[in-house]
């Protein structure tokens, strides 16, 4: 039997958009949103560049009639549909391996903010640099589980007449790797493997899948996913507070 509440995790995103606004959590949200924009800024730009040059490769090979040499606003169509869906999908991998330094602090400062416990007496700074590397680490762990769960569900949606099972299931997925994703940051401060969160998670499933689904489907729109990821961070560490605190009967 499913435990949890995923009415109760529907809410925590709601709140984590209320967290940031917050005057001591907003320094370690715009330094991780700033960074994100001028990359991915960046990346824009040369992706238009290559493109263009993709371009006028591709049309020096069409015969030289004027209707047809026209048609190349169809493949300017063509690079907005897949710049935009590559900006949706792979925003949330980028921005968290970038800020994942920051994302951890500012789950610890959110905690602190909820409960007026400190979670670690380290300085501010000085811990987010010592802490890249076990940040960076965290992340490939989650890349590596989502990896070959990505492509068992992919071969399955080639399938004739189980692909449409599969769409149900790449999407359930997506939740549940939302909300892996940002409670791995308050479970990494209280040094919870990647494992034992896993486990966690699966002890309030319904709960996990409510907080994931609104992430999950922001995480898809373009300039929200801009700051809906230090909104999930806020939203997550209210979930391990209150899904994992002692307080919490509710499974």
């Known amino acids: 039997m499913l435990k949890g509440n995923f009415f109760r995790g529907l809410g925590y995103l ?8 917050q005057p001591g959590l907003r320094l370690f949200v715009v330094i991780p949103l700033v960074i994100n924009i001028l990359l991915f800024g960046l990346l824009f730009y040369f992706l238009a560049e290559l493109f263009a040059a993709m371009i006028a490769t591709a049309m020096s090979w069409l015969p030289d009639w004027a209707w047809l040499q026209s048609l190349d606003w169809l493949f300017w169509i063509l690079y907005g549909a897949v710049i935009l869906l590559m900006l949706a999908y792979g925003f949330v991998i980028l921005a968290n391996l970038i800020g994942s330094p920051f994302y951890g602090y500012l789950a610890e400062l959110t905690e602190k903010h909820l409960t007026g416990q400190e979670v670690s007496t380290d300085d501010g700074w000085s811990q987010i640099i010592r802490d890249i590397p076990r940040s960076l680490w965290r992340e490939v762990q989650k890349i590596l589980y989502y990896l070959p769960r990505a492509i068992g569900l992919f071969i399955i949606g080639v399938i004739p007449v189980v692909n449409l099972v599969a769409a149900v299931l790449w999407f359930v997925f997506n939740c549940w790797m939302m909300s892996l994703q940002y409670v791995d940051y308050p479970a990494d401060n209280h040094r919870v493997s990647f494992p034992a969160l896993r486990r966690l998670l699966g002890d309030t499933r319904l709960s996990a899948l409510g907080f994931g689904l609104p992430v999950a489907l922001a ?4 300039v929200l996913n801009l700051v809906v990821v230090p909104a999930a961070v806020c939203g997550a560490t209210a979930y391990w507070v209150r899904e994992n605190g002692p307080s919490n009967t509710d499974v």
């Open 14 to 21: 709601g709140e984590g958009f209320r967290l940031i606004r």
């Open 219 to 222: 995480a898809m729109v373009p």
